[in-house]
Nanobody, 125 residues
Framework: QVQLVESGGGSVQAGGSLRLSCAVF????????VGWFRQAPGKEREGVAT???????AYADSVKGRFTISKDNAETTLYLQMNSLKPEDTAMYYC???????????????????WGQGTQVTVSS
């Protein structure tokens, strides 16, 4: 069983920065992917960034060059550094986890087995 707890959301003006954190609780003993998804009001949830157990990362085109996903050496905390924020980044952000042997992290939310409760990010113009 894996539990995820997000923190770090808030309100910021366009151009500002925020760092989201996701504490990962549970015994991780195999290959995995962890990622950030977001859901804006009235829209479907979309993938933002992923990182696998080897440290390989992937990003949605909309955040490339602005967001950075990382994890600490103990693999107990996942981060999402968000710079140059735009109003369209406003959404509830969710941390997710999947055990997987796939060569790359899945982008489909249904491939992720565990989810955090979400943290709100609001960017004003």
């Amino acid at each position: 069983q894996v539990q995820l707890v997000e923190s770090g959301g808030g309100s910021v003006q366009a151009g500002g920065s925020l760092r989201l954190s996701c504490a990962v609780f549970g015994y991780i003993y195999s290959s995995y992917c962890v990622g950030w998804f977001r859901q804006a009001p009235g829209k479907e949830r979309e993938g933002v960034a992923t990182i696998d157990s080897d440290g390989n990362t992937a990003y949605a085109d909309s955040v490339k060059g602005r967001f950075t996903i990382s994890k600490d050496n103990a693999e107990t905390t996942l981060y999402l550094q968000m710079n140059s924020l735009k109003p369209e980044d406003t959404a509830m952000y969710y941390c997710s986890f999947a055990f997987t042997l796939a060569p790359s992290c899945p982008t489909d939310e249904y491939e992720y087995h565990y989810w955090g409760q979400g943290t709100q990010v609001t960017v004003s113009s």
